[in-house]
């Protein structure tokens, strides 16, 4: 057995054991048997606190216990919460409770909120229950897979078929005891209510009377309510005691042990919900709990034919690369963190002081003390410090999480299981310590497995490091030379990277330029040559605005390919430049054509040097995503507020900036006039479906309420198969009477109405997202195919750099393969099919024949039924109808064959007189002049692409770089 299968055996051991916790089921009895436990987790609290805690589970116990004897509940969601209370142990249950409590108050208690403890704020009481109750469901499916039989996982093989059969067996086996997806939030707040009750009526602290110094005791936790404009909300806050009690400790947060990496690699994902962790259930997709998206993943994974294997090749790709601690890297960070000075972003440890208004010398340089400052400029800049104290506080612990990450995983094989939004983007699954991080994050970690350099790992280590001091539209050459002329600096930061003025604490990525440096250094020195040096650093390659080079090749935009590098050429091209100068180009044709216009002169005269790239650069890079032009306007005059020309004149740079931001997309469709056209079709797309009507299908015929109205979401399929279901539905409201108040949430269905606005707007950008996951999840199959280490970060690919070479060709050519066919004609051909059940509103000539025969056929319809025909009426006929016409007996067609619905009528004319009786939605006229009706959907015409050549793209060596 080599030395990685050992490791993996040993590993998937040790995993168990950490996916197992500190509140492992039936065996935890107390906090104090596990305090080792949680100090591991980083649940650190000082003794006071501890031994509170402690008391706490002791007091709630045996109210707790009592719970697993509840009366047998005909409601289906109580009697969910009555076996959750008689399958969990007791002692599980109330030290959850103890710590979800704790967790969510310390969260909204944090000394770093407020000034003095007075002001510091309190927590709903819905929002604490949930919590609660997400605690305990989450520990409850956990339970509800034996350990007993876990353990036997550790014997085997991970993503064998052995592993596998086995994993399923159990699961499936208490799959039925499960809490189901419809029900959850419910089960969560009642049991969670049920709880919190529980401790606000036992949970007491201990105080001393100041005369006589006798010890009373009052509630830990009070409840009160706020008047809001919703109506009165419970809140919840400790007694002032507990509060100084959790100030004065280190840290009341938790880390998640299910969201840790993990020690060995992750179970392979073979359909929508078995992958990732081993003991935890996990899906593919992030739904975020919408059923509706799940229900068509497991629909497509259900078929006898797996319709998403590159999908599922490509996750698991990249969920079991191995990865390590960068241990250099780490010692450098752990240096500068136990300094407490401010580095890389970092704030200094004594952050508290340095925003206390109290201090003279805080950060703004203002004497808040002195009387002769007005009121209201103390009362802004108390503001200004206390939301710095709020920013520097998330960064110190986001960051320490990290770095205690770091220190704990440090030697050890690590892997960070992957799934999907509902794109098909991919995300690591733990949070804290992974590649999406920032440069931190991925400074410290490197790839477990090393491979040698090689005649090109040396060039791509430098071009890497060029990149990382922001040379990435330089050439290689360029990039390269960068690095040669540096070698003096990167030889001394190899020696010593903590030197004053150390070369790479100038880099724009900080910590990846010191992970590269050492690399390099050691490369150089290596005995036994530079090829031989077995390195481990990731070098990344990155799309040149990625969302535009799909754009392009999506409309055969020559231009536009030109300057996001789909063609060759011997510089990298530069598409914020190219924009920047078109629009001065345009700022200046306008002044001179007005040049006797007072305003346009002023406007020019300031604007005229001051248009650069980083203007520009924002919204040129969010405009594939669907920014506004309100949106764009104020990414601008954010950046022309830094000007000293504007002094601080916030007006003026918001009008300016509206300005360019118009001039920024005009230069945006001339240089991709084709994909403006694609943007445009995407939108009135959306739009046509999420307005339409539904024809009630034959099953929804037999139910006593039916939706036909803007419940139609949008829904399309990607390039390698995987259904992409639009989430934006208006929430519908529901309350729930718990045992402490009744408390109101919001819940979507698929049967809530679209929201039509954002399913419009969210369209274009998020099918963009839809393909560029698509590229990456062939280019992760194929890496896997050659037997590359490879991860990626959307549209950064990362390798090693001996493989880099072979990722860039692997990535063009995916990329090529992907655009080959017309993906917009095979949407709309996708659209056709699955909406061809949906009609539009629409309004026809009163005039017209066909408006005299929908009158006639509307007053038979009312004399059968009674009453004016509803649209809904109307729309069950034509459900009943269509069902006839499908169905295999001759009697059921005849019969769908003589009714007469509105449909049945437009039949009879042909598409041209139709269109010559409809009205344009736009046209105003009198409501005598038109009656109103319904059509068939029918979508636009696809634009026409331009003259790419894709085949282009193959030589074109900065595609990625």
Request: charged letters at 25%; a neutral charge; aromatic letters at 8%.
């Amino acid at each position: 057995m080599d030395f990685n299968s050992l490791l993996q055996k040993i590993n998937i051991k040790r995993q168990l054991i950490l996916e197992e916790g500190c509140v492992k089921s039936g065996e935890i009895s107390s906090i104090e048997q596990h305090e080792e436990s949680f100090k591991r987790q980083d649940l650190h609290f000082n003794q006071d606190m501890s031994d509170l805690m402690k008391e706490w589970q002791k007091q709630i116990l045996p109210e707790v216990e009592k719970l697993a004897n509840n009366s047998v509940s005909n409601s289906i969601v109580n009697s969910k919460v009555n076996e959750i209370c008689r399958d969990l142990p007791p002692e599980v249950m109330s030290t959850l409770c103890v710590f979800a409590i704790l967790k969510e108050m310390s969260f909204y208690k944090s000394k770093y909120e407020a000034d003095e403890v007075e002001d510091i704020k309190e927590a709903r009481l819905a929002t604490v229950a949930t919590r609660i109750g997400q605690a305990i469901c989450a520990e409850y499916t956990r339970y509800r897979l034996s350990l007993t039989d876990l353990s036997s996982l550790s014997k085997m093989r991970t993503g064998s078929v052995q592993f596998n059969r086995f994993y399923n067996k159990i699961y499936n086996k208490e799959s039925h005891l499960m809490i189901e997806p419809s029900i959850l939030s419910e089960v969560e707040i009642n049991i969670g209510a049920v709880l919190l009750d529980i401790f606000l009526e036992k949970c007491t602290i201990v105080l001393k009377q100041k005369d006589s110094n006798k010890q009373f005791e009052v509630a830990a936790l009070k409840r009160s309510y706020e008047t809001t404009e919703s109506g009165a909300v419970g809140i919840l806050s400790f007694h002032p005691s507990v509060v100084k009690k959790l100030a004065a400790s280190k840290n009341s947060s938790s880390i998640n042990l299910h969201l840790l990496p993990m020690l060995c690699s992750p179970k392979t994902w073979t359909n929508y919900e078995n992958g990732g962790y081993l003991t935890t259930r996990n899906s593919l997709l992030r739904t975020n709990k919408n059923i509706e998206q799940l229900n068509y993943l497991k629909q497509v994974c259900n078929t006898d034919d797996n319709k998403i294997p590159v999908v599922l090749s490509g996750v698991n790709t990249i969920s079991q690369t191995a990865w390590t601690i960068n241990k250099d890297v780490l010692q450098v960070v752990l240096h500068l963190w136990n300094s407490g000075e401010e580095f890389a972003s970092i704030p200094p440890a004594n952050f508290l002081e340095l925003t206390d208004p109290k201090n003279p010398n805080n950060l703004l340089g203002l004497d808040l003390n002195d009387d002769s400052v007005i009121q209201s400029a103390k009362y802004n800049k108390k503001k200004e410090l206390r939301n710095m104290r709020q920013k520097f506080f998330s960064i110190r612990c986001t960051e320490s999480y990290k770095i205690e990450l770091a220190r704990a995983f440090c030697g050890e094989k690590m892997f960070f299981p992957h799934s999907l939004d509902f794109r098909g983007r991919a995300y690591p699954i733990n949070v804290y310590l992974n590649q999406l991080g920032n440069d931190l994050s991925r400074g410290l970690i490197q790839f477990w497995d090393g491979k040698p350099l090689g005649k090109s790992g040396l060039t791509w280590l430098k071009i890497h490091l060029g990149n990382c001091f922001g040379m990435s539209k330089k050439t290689f050459i360029e990039r390269v030379k960068f690095s040669d002329d540096n070698y003096a600096e990167i030889m001394k930061d190899c020696e010593d990277p903590l030197r004053p003025n150390a070369f790479w604490r100038t880099a724009e990525d900080e910590f990846q330029a010191l992970a590269t440096i050492i690399e390099i250094g050691a490369a150089m020195k290596n005995p036994t040559g530079i090829e031989n040096y077995v390195c481990h650093v990731p070098v990344h390659q990155d799309g040149s605005c990625n969302g535009l080079q799909h754009y392009a090749a999506l409309g055969g935009d020559v231009d536009g390919a030109s300057k996001v590098n789909l063609l060759p050429y011997e510089r990298p091209q530069d598409v914020y430049s190219a924009v920047c100068d078109i629009v001065n180009r345009k700022v200046k044709e306008e002044y001179e054509a007005n040049k006797d216009n007072e305003v346009y002169s002023k406007r020019y005269e300031i604007l005229k040097d001051i248009i650069t790239r980083k203007v520009v650069k924002q919204p040129v890079m969010t405009t594939v995503y669907g920014v506004t032009a309100y949106g764009a306007k104020l990414q601008v005059a954010k950046q022309l507020m830094k000007l000293s020309v504007y002094n601080n004149d916030k007006s003026l740079s918001l009008r300016h900036g509206f300005y360019i931001a118009n001039k920024i997309f005009d230069s945006i469709n001339e240089l991709f006039s084709n994909a403006e056209k694609i943007q445009d079709w995407l939108g009135l797309s959306s739009k046509l479906i999420s307005k339409s009507l539904v024809i009630p299908k034959i099953n929804d015929l037999k139910k006593k309420k039916i939706d036909v109205e803007s419940v139609s979401t949008l829904i399309w399929t990607t390039p390698l198969g995987l259904p992409v279901v639009h989430p934006y539905r208006v929430s519908s409201k529901y309350t729930i009477n718990t045992s402490l108040q009744s408390v109101s949430f919001t819940k979507k269905t698929s049967i809530s109405k679209v929201d039509v606005s954002k399913q419009s707007n969210a369209f274009a950008p998020n099918y963009i997202h839809s393909l560029d996951a698509s590229h990456m999840l062939m280019t992760a199959q194929k890496c896997l195919e050659k037997n590359i280490t490879f991860s990626s970060v959307h549209d950064s690919y990362w390798s090693l750099a001996a493989d880099a070479d072979d990722v860039g060709s692997i990535l063009r050519e995916k990329f090529v393969e992907l655009h080959s066919s017309d993906l917009i004609a095979i949407l709309k051909e996708e659209f056709k099919t699955r909406y061809r059940d949906n009609v539009l509103r629409c309004r026809f000539l009163a005039s017209s024949p066909l408006a005299d025969e929908i009158r006639n056929y509307r007053l038979q319809l009312k004399k059968k039924i009674g009453h004016n025909p509803s649209i809904k009426d109307e729309l069950t006929l034509e459900g009943f109808r269509a069902h006839f016409l499908k169905s295999d007996d001759p009697k059921e067609v005849a019969k769908g064959r003589s009714m007469k619905t509105l449909l049945s009528i437009l039949e009879t004319y042909d598409s041209e007189e139709i269109k010559n009786y409809m009205l344009d939605p736009k046209d105003k006229i009198r409501s005598v002049d038109y009656i109103t009706g319904y059509a068939p959907i029918e979508f636009p015409e696809v634009p026409l692409k331009g003259e790419l050549n894709l085949d282009d793209v193959k030589k074109s060596l900065y595609f990625f770089s």
